[in-house]
Structure formats: structure tokens, C-alpha cells
């Protein structure tokens, strides 16, 4: 199956700055099928990014995704408050299914 | 709008049989390129794809639960629902049921916790 290693496991930002996620795979993955959720407590995760660059319905532009192959990123450009939660990566082309650890985002 | 909603015991017994039902409204099944699938979180938080159940009745489950996993379209048209038999603490978890749209995975239920427990 296919592996999804997401870094750093946290990270620490205030509102305004740039947050950089990292996923990377055991092996390639199709740019078509390639996922990040965002997830707060209590909550269902929720998607941001598929084909792993194109937003969601109703993600606002400062989320944005890139990579190919093996090496995922997530940006987001200006940290909001509403921001700080945890983001998994998923990868949906190979089966099994596989989803990375997630990365927490906090303040 | 759609909407998605697991229902389930949220005890059960080790080695009993866990049977879960997602009720799901705004879509059909019978509707070409649709699916429902099953995830579930544990409490360290990690996410295990469990099973999918697409428009045309096929059906895919996790290998390394296969054996336990029996997905299918509900009595109700707008129904899925999931058994896993031989629970054991290790299944422990919130269980999801998420539609995909295409191959887009764009909504999911508010999640069913579950715990194993005698």
C-alpha cells in the first residue's frame, strides 16, 4: 500500500504568516487523486484541495495546493484564526485507500 | 444539499458483529459515477479507509479487513450499510460514511463513535 508521510507532525504559527505542509509517498501518485482535508475538533474532516491543486467549493484562495509524484504540498498564504486545526493528505488513485498522519496546525 | 448520517450502537461487545447504517439524503446511488464509502478515525486520530459501495453494486474493502467487512446498499434506497464482524478493542474508533461524487470525496457524515468493550 501506499505509505503518505506527512511533515512536520505540528506546527506553530500565528495568524498572518505562511504555513507550508508536507506530504510525501512510498510511492508516486497520480496528481489526479491526490487529497488534503482540513479538520477540526470534533468534526468531520473537510475537503480543501483534490486533483492536488484545485480547491474545493468555497475554499478561499489563500489555501493552495501543489506537487506531483511523490512530494505534496499544501500552502496557505495568510493563517486565520479559523485556520488552526488538522490537515491530512489522501491519496485515492491506488487501493487501498491511504491517508497520511496529519499535521496539527496550531497557534 | 447533501447530507450524510451514520447510525449504530456505540458499544458493543468483543467479538460481536458491528452493523452501521448511513442515511443519506440530496443524491442517489443509482446515479452513475456515485459511491459511499466508509472510513473510520481512531483515537490517536488516524484515518482507515474501510470499504466503498459504488452505483453499479460493486464493492472494495480494505485488505487487511476484507474478510470481516460486508458493505451494501440498504432496504431504503437511500441507505448504506456496514457490518464488521469479530469487533475487538483494536476497532475502537469514529466510523464515517463519505459520499464520492466522480471520484471526489465532498462530503462526509458527522462520524459514529464506537467502543469495544466487554
Known amino acids: 500500500e501506499i505509505v503518505l508521510t506527512q511533515s512536520p507532525g505540528t506546527l506553530s504559527l500565528s495568524p498572518g504568516e505562511r504555513a507550508t505542509l508536507s506530504c510525501r509517498a512510498s510511492?508516486?501518485?497520480?496528481?489526479?487523486?491526490l487529497a488534503w482535508y482540513q479538520q477540526k475538533p470534533g468534526q468531520a474532516p473537510s475537503l480543501l484541495i483534490f486533483a492536488a491543486s484545485r480547491r474545493a467549493t468555497g475554499i478561499p484562495d489563500r489555501f493552495s495546493g501543489s506537487g506531483s509524484g511523490t512530494d505534496f504540498t499544501l500552502s496557505i498564504s495568510r493563517l486565520e484564526p479559523e485556520d488552526f486545526a488538522v490537515y491530512y493528505c489522501h491519496q485515492y488513485g491506488t487501493s487501498p485507500i491511504t491517508f497520511g498522519q496529519g499535521t496539527r496546525l496550531e497557534i | 444539499q447533501v447530507t450524510l448520517r451514520e447510525s449504530g450502537p456505540a458499544l458493543v461487545k468483543p467479538t460481536q458483529t458491528l452493523t452501521l447504517t448511513c442515511t443519506f439524503s440530496g443524491f442517489s446511488l443509482s446515479t452513475s459515477g456515485m459511491c459511499v464509502s466508509w472510513i473510520r478515525q481512531t483515537p490517536g486520530k488516524a484515518l482507515e479507509w474501510l470499504a466503498r459501495?459504488?452505483?453499479?453494486?460493486?464493492?472494495f474493502y480494505s485488505p487487511s479487513l476484507r474478510t470481516r467487512l460486508n458493505i451494501s446498499k440498504g432496504t431504503s434506497k437511500n441507505q448504506v450499510v456496514l457490518t464488521m464482524t469479530n469487533m475487538g478493542p483494536v476497532d475502537t474508533a469514529t466510523y464515517f460514511c463519505?459520499?464520492?461524487?466522480?471520484?471526489?470525496?465532498?462530503?462526509w457524515g458527522q462520524g459514529a463513535p464506537v467502543t469495544v468493550s466487554s
Open positions: 463519505v459520499r464520492i461524487n466522480s471520484g471526489l470525496w465532498d462530503s
Open positions: 510511492q508516486g501518485v497520480s496528481s489526479a487523486y
Open positions: 459501495i459504488d452505483w453499479d453494486d460493486d464493492r
